[in-house]
């Protein structure tokens, strides 16, 4: 593999000391050829041990490894600041939370090299810890839990709307610029749509593999919940086209269920829809809850799960439509180039 393209990986990163050490040991054990690359860790102002564990391994690779610093903290920012000084002609844009079969970056390169794609990503295997964490990861990965979202479900390899994280040639930011800084949630959304937009393909391969580490609590599942659920607003009102209908099939659920019953007190067959819906909802949670468990505590805990994570997340939603009428924190305009 003497003929290498030369690749820039980019990893926006914040206080990641919990997973940053199994993901640089997947990296060094990739078959991609090291003179070929550069990893280019861009911190957003960690306060835990992050920089020191990275700074351990600069010392060892000191050619290989570069450590930025991302004042603004987001991640359009440090994507930005990574595209910015990287030298690669393909830039991979990778995860903290994350470890990566050994042919995770030659596969990307591959299908870069042998597609009309501009963008390739792979699938997702979603872990966690302990009987909760592993239940909130089974959720992550069932239709019912997060919808048609293919790289989450392992989809079949195919031109697609979106891939997680990506593998891009750098002419992309040369040409339609680099991540909407604006954004602090949905930003690979929104380039994968300004890439389809423009002519360009996105390709998901499902033989690029990854596992992918979620949340282990109520309260950790909840934040993502509230905060998925409020920036696909907020990236709807920004950046038009970006999110589908599937991103709001959550707060479509909860509207029904506050408004249905103050409907039925007006007209009695809105009461009858309303239970039609609740009684499919719960036959729906039922049967993913006993096709993903693996004895009766599981089954129970993932019945609480799907309607708990679906309900926040539509109640974020509703924030971000409070947001948008009474605030004036958003404005739309130009992506940065």
Known sequence: MTDAKFIS??????????????????????????????????????????RSLIQNYIKKYPKLIKLLDNPKKTVPYAMN???????????IRLDAHADYSKDYLSKCVHYLNTTNADNVG????TKSNGVLGNCIAKMLSSKFGVGNSQFRTNGKSGFVDTVPFGAFRKSVFEKLGGYDERLTRNQDNEMNYRIRKNGGLIYLANDIQFSYYCRDTIKGLADMALKNGMWNVITMYLCPGTMGIRHFIPLFFLLSIILLPILSLIFQPFFFLLGIELALYFILD?????????????????????????????FGSLM?????????SFKRG???S
Not at 30 to 48: H, K, L, R
Request: hydrophobic share 45%; net charge negative; charged share 15%.
């Open 122 to 125: 792979g699938i997702a295997e």
């Open 334 to 336: 130009v992506t940065k």
């Open 9 to 50: 990986i980019i990893m926006p990163i914040y206080n990641e000391e919990n997973f940053i050490v199994n993901c640089i040991d997947s990296l060094l054990l990739q078959d991609y050829p090291q003179e070929a690359m550069e990893w280019i860790f861009v911190d957003g102002s960690s306060t835990d041990r992050t």
């Open 81 to 91: 600041i990574g595209i910015h000084v990287a030298k690669g002609e393909y830039i």
């Open 286 to 314: 039922i049967y993913y809850s006993f096709k993903f468990s693996y004895n009766l505590k599981t089954f129970f805990i993932l019945l609480i799960l799907y309607p708990l994570f679906h309900i926040t997340y539509g």
């Open 320 to 328: 971000g439509i409070s947001k948008l009428l009474f605030t004036n």
